[in-house]
């Protein structure tokens, strides 16, 4: 099958989060099934344009609104990736530093899906699948339904993929004209509470949709950021595909961000090699039981609480664990966070930015990965500490709940929550320094844990039934 991948972002050319990290693999290990999976994104100024070879694919011209642009579609010489990346180069719009966060991201995004759809309608041949990746893409579903420009390509099966249904890119009915022209009676397919909602719109006009675990498909019919009800109509075509990870990127004993490389018999000394470097570089103490948090600080992570878990832990539990914190987002979290680290020197630190390399340092290094998310379609993270040994703390939601087990239940491996409030976090901690001290209990579970198998070779296998229904 062919199948093109439609997405804001792909790991390493651009991440903002997991939709980076699943990109980046889902296409690479389609294509190791025997499929021709190829992703197409943004063009945005990132070190991998600059470190890579590019030959161009395609020169075109398209409209948005009353103006005209130029682009050009540039594909990655060497199949670095294990797929096809085509780059969508539009000068001024897409090639920024930033994936997100410009006041004209609708234009952007709209003129993006107008550039990749002119494109495609220029092939002489037509692929089986387009999978088109959050709101961001969106627009695709209707736009090859509905607009004359192209209508050679409406009988292509769409699939929506959404990785989080609180972002749908909104905006008012002012802005349809930047749609191109489209049978006007199908207005109502771009229609969702007298707004534009591009999600909404995949949501009614893909083929299928799938969602990124199945707990959070369960809960966008009751949560969803005021799509219940599409979801409640919809639900016949909708189903929970839970993420894997790509194992080749995030293993313990290949990982080249790690000095100290370990494999499931050599966890416990690997692991502590780890720590070491990590708690001398921000001065923790080593031989407390290490929690962080890795992510972005964001109300949906529930961050805005993690300044006051920490003060609660740090002062009820002092000198009993330390924590690092890696993330960056709202700025007053940000500062928040940064200002405990004043106060309980020896036992917190926080990096405030985004750093790959840490991050891989940090799952390696932790005892405990804190995941108290208000919202979770799946969560790699999570994943990713299974895979280096450490033990997750979670809140019981989404993908979270589908992936951790409490080690209270027969082989659970984890500690769950039922609420994003500082007691139940201050008490998860609470559990993970007591389990801490039993080193056997430690140690079987650190190696439970890895050998848990979240490979995408058996995920892909349920695209492609999907893609079939
Ligand atoms: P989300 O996509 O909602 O942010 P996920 O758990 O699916 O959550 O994926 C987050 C991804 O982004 C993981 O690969 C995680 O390691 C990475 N990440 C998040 N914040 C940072 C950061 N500040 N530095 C490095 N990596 C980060
Ligand atoms: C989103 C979700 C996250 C998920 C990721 C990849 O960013 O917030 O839970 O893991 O997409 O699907």
Not at 291 to 300: A, K, N
Request: charged residues 20%; aromatic residues 14%.
């Amino acid at each position: 099958m062919e199948i093109i991948h439609v997405s804001a972002e792909c790991y390493p050319v651009a991440k903002a989060g997991g939709l980076g990290d699943v990109v980046g693999a889902l296409p690479k290990y389609q294509c190791k099934a025997g499929h021709f999976a190829k992703v197409v994104m943004p063009m945005y100024r990132t070190k991998f344009l600059y470190n890579n070879e590019w030959v161009v694919d395609f020169k075109g011209s398209a409209s948005i609104g009353i103006y005209n642009f130029n682009f050009t579609i540039i594909k990655e010489k060497t199949n670095k990736l294990g797929f096809d990346l085509y780059l969508v180069d539009i000068h001024g719009l897409l090639d920024r530093e930033k994936i997100y966060g410009y006041s004209d991201d609708t234009d952007r995004f709209i003129a993006f899906q107008i550039a990749v759809l002119t494109w495609l309608n220029s092939w002489q041949h037509q692929p089986h699948i387009i999978h088109v990746h959050d709101y961001h893409a969106g627009l695709i579903p209707f736009m090859l339904k509905n607009c004359y420009a192209f209508r050679k390509l409406a009988f292509i099966k769409t699939v929506l993929t959404i990785h989080n249904a609180q972002y749908q890119g909104n905006m008012g009915w002012d802005r349809h004209g930047l749609i191109p022209e489209y049978d006007s009676y199908k207005w109502g397919d771009l229609d969702w509470k007298g707004q534009i909602n591009p999600l909404a719109s995949a949501i009614k006009c893909a083929w299928v949709v799938t969602t990124v675990s199945e707990s959070y498909m369960a809960e966008l019919r009751y949560k969803s950021n005021g799509l219940e009800a599409l979801f409640e109509y919809e639900k016949g075509k909708c189903r929970g595909i839970l993420n894997g990870i790509d194992n080749e990127v995030w293993n313990p004993e290949t990982d080249p961000y790690l000095t100290n490389k370990f494999s499931v018999k050599g966890v416990a000394a690997g692991k502590k090699k780890n720590k070491k470097k990590i708690c001398e570089e921000y001065g923790l103490d080593e031989n407390l039981p290490l929690f962080v948090f890795i992510g972005r600080l964001v109300g949906e992570k529930a961050a805005d609480i993690l300044p006051g878990a920490f003060h609660n832990v740090l002062y009820h539990q002092h000198g009993k664990a330390c924590y690092m914190i890696l993330g960056s987002g709202e700025k007053a979290i940000e500062a928040e966070l940064a200002s405990i680290t004043a106060s309980y020197k020896g036992f917190y630190n926080t990096q405030i930015g985004y750093d790959e390399a840490l991050s891989h340092r940090l799952y390696a290094a932790a005892d405990f990965l804190l995941m108290p998310s208000r919202v979770e379609p799946c969560g790699l993270n999570q994943m990713y500490a299974l895979r280096y040994g450490t033990v997750p703390v979670v809140r019981s939601t989404g993908g979270l709940q589908d992936t951790v087990k409490d080690m209270g239940e027969w082989e659970g491996f984890g500690i769950r929550f039922n609420n994003a409030t500082v007691s139940d976090i201050a008490h998860s901690v609470y559990r993970g320094i007591e389990v801490y001290k039993n080193k056997t209990h430690m140690d079987w579970m650190r190696k439970y844990m890895m050998r848990i198998d979240h490979s995408w070779e058996s995920v892909v296998e349920q695209y492609t039934e999907a893609y079939g229904n």
